[in-house]
C-alpha cells in the first residue's frame, strides 16, 4: 500500500534562536528540510508529499524544492499558528489516498525501515506511531517535591511519522477542532475520539531539530552514517 506523506514545516523555530524558521539552516551544508524531504522522495512506497508552510514562507519553499529538486512535493499549504492547525490545513489538502503518514519537517533522521514497519501497522491493525522506550528515569513533581517516581516499563516517548487511514484522522482533527480541544500530537486527537492507537519501535537516532546542540547531534548522526556506507 502506498502513502500520501502530510509534513509540518510552518513553525517558527523559536527555541532554535536563530531568528528564522530552523528547518532552513545548514545541515552538512544542506537545508534541514531537504533532508527530511529527501527521505520521502527516495521512498518507493511515498507517492507524494503536503508541505505546510508558513504563509510568509510559500516563496521560499517553492524555490527550495525546485532548486533541490524534490518531485514529490504535490501541494504546499499554508499552516495555522498552532502544529495541530498546520496538520489539519494539510490533511485537508490530500487527495485520494487512503493512508497518511504526518511527519515533522524537523525530523531529518527518520529511516525508510521504521516507515515501512508504520506502514504494515497502520494498514493491518489501525493508527500508528513511532515511539522508544524512555530511557531516563521520570519523577512526577510539585512545586520542586518529588511526588512519587513514576513507572518507567509502560513509558515510551513519542515520535513521528505518525500513520491513520484517511478518514480517522480527518475525523479525528474535525473533532477536535470543534471542540477546541488542542492535543500534544495528532494521535492524542485520535484517541480523544476513542479510537485505538498502536505503538511501532523506532530508534533513538529519529531526534526533533529543537535546539541549538541538536545541530551538532544532527552533524554526528550524518556523518556516522557516511562511515557506514564506506
Ligand atoms: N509546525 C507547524 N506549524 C506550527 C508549529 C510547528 O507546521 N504552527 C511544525 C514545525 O515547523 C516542525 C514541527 O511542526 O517541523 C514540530 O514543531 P517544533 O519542533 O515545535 O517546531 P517549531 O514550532 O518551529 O519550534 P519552536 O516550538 O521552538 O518554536
Ligand atoms: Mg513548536
Known amino acids: 500500500e502506498k502513502y500520501t506523506v502530510v509534513i509540518p514545516a510552518a513553525g517558527q523555530g523559536k527555541r532554535m534562536k536563530a531568528g528564522k524558521n530552523k528547518q532552513f539552516l545548514l545541515m552538512n551544508q544542506t537545508p534541514l528540510l531537504i533532508h527530511t524531504l529527501r527521505v520521502f522522495e527516495e521512498d518507493i512506497l511515498c507517492n507524494s508529499i503536503i508541505l505546510v508552510c508558513n504563509k510568509k514562507e510559500l516563496d521560499t519553499m517553492h524555490n527550495l524544492i525546485s532548486d533541490y529538486q524534490i518531485s514529490k512535493v504535490e501541494k504546499i499549504v499554508p499552516g495555522g499558528k498552532e502544529r495541530q492547525q ?20 524537523a525530523r531529518p533522521f527518520i529511516k525508510e525501515a521504521v516507515i515501512h514497519d508504520l506502514l504494515e501497522t497502520v494498514v493491518s491493525r489501525g493508527s500508528a506511531i513511532v515511539a522508544v522506550p524512555v530511557k531516563d528515569t521520570v519523577k512526577q513533581v510539585n512545586n520542586g517535591e518529588v511526588v512519587e517516581t513514576v513507572d518507567r516499563s509502560s513509558l515510551w516517548a513519542v515520535q513521528t511519522p505518525q500513520a491513520f487511514r484517511y478518514e480517522t484522522i480527518i475525523k479525528a482533527h474535525q473533532k477536535a477542532e470543534d471542540d477546541n480541544y488542542l492535543g500534544t500530537d495528532d494521535a492524542s486527537l ?41
Do not use: C, M, Q, W
Open 190 to 230: 485520535v484517541e480523544y475520539i476513542g479510537e485505538k492507537v498502536y505503538i511501532v519501535e523506532g530508534d533513538y537516532e529519529n531526534i526533533k531539530i529543537t535546539t541549538p546542540e541538536d545541530l551538532l547531534f544532527g552533524e554526528a548522526i550524518i556523518s556516522s552514517r557516511k562511515g557506514e556506507k564506506k
Open 86 to 105: 498546520s496538520v489539519y490545513e494539510g490533511i485537508k489538502a490530500v487527495k485520494g489516498n487512503p493512508v497518511i503518514l504526518i511527519h515533522d519537517g
